[in-house]
T-cell receptor, first 117, second 114 residues
Framework: EAGVAQSPRYKIIEKRQSVAFWCNPI?????LYWYQQILGQGPKLLIQ????????DSQLPKDRFSAERLKGVDSTLKIQPAKLEDSAVYLC???????????????FGPGTRLTVL | AQKVTQAQTEISVVEKEDVTLDCVYE???????LFWYKQPPSGELVFLIR??????QNEISGRYSWNFQKSTSSFNFTITASQVVDSAVYFC???????????FGSGTRLSIRP
């Protein structure tokens, strides 16, 4: 079974530029998550989708970050404009979440390492 | 408050030693899940184990074992006969059902020296 796919793996941009990351979850997984992991810290949830609807985006800096999952499968996370403090690894995860079975385990992709200069 | 504390920032041991990674959690939920993930240098978070709050039975998987104690709110992870390939950052995480949200500890960097 293929895992969570993410691209690109690395990205270097200058501050005030825009950047987009792509994620394709494990086939059949209803829930998709985007996390930000700053060096030396644990991942922090940015946004959670259930199919194509947003479940939680309370920690997403909406003035510069946006995310979509239009067809309920793959997803794009965008930063516009980027700041120096956005330098981090952006991790995508997915979980199956069968109704009535409780919240399932999240499986993570390899991440995109973003450097903002 | 929901919180996960991994007090050990870094641990370094010689190969074949046993090592225990500590995890202490806080939650007011009665139903919750605890996880351990491994993050090797490649960056991907690899799922190791999931435990629900009603199952305090300890688990062993090869050289890995987990000790879940609700009385002390701890979910510790032991690697027996450590190997160089065990070198990674290990994260403990808590998923509390009232918000279906997972929070991670700050991680423990484990280095196994040959």
């Amino acid at each position: 079974e293929a895992g969570v796919a993410q691209s690109p793996r690395y990205k270097i941009i200058e501050k005030r530029q825009s950047v987009a990351f792509w994620c394709n979850p494990i086939s059949g997984h209803a829930t998709l998550y985007w996390y930000q992991q700053i060096l030396g810290q644990g991942p922090k949830l940015l946004i959670q989708f259930q199919n194509n609807g947003v479940v939680d985006d309370s920690q997403l800096p909406k003035d510069r970050f946006s995310a979509e999952r239009l067809k309920g499968v793959d997803s794009t996370l965008k930063i516009q404009p980027a700041k120096l403090e956005d330098s981090a690894v952006y991790l995508c995860a997915s979980s199956l979440d069968i109704p009535g079975r409780g919240t399932d385990t999240q499986y993570f992709g390899p991440g995109t390492r973003l450097t903002v200069l | 408050a929901q919180k996960v504390t991994q007090a050990q920032t870094e641990i370094s041991v010689v190969e074949k030693e046993d090592v225990t990674l500590d995890c202490v959690y806080e939650t007011r939920d009665t139903t919750y899940y605890l996880f351990w993930y491994k993050q090797p240098p490649s960056g991907e978070l690899v799922f190791l184990i999931r435990r629900n709050s009603f199952d305090e039975q300890n688990e062993i998987s090869g050289r890995y074992s987990w000790n879940f104690q609700k009385s002390t709110s701890s979910f510790n992870f032991t690697i027996t006969a450590s190997q160089v390939v065990d070198s990674a950052v290990y994260f403990c995480a808590l998923l509390y059902s009232s918000a279906s949200k997972i929070i991670f500890g700050s991680g423990t960097r484990l280095s196994i020296r040959p």
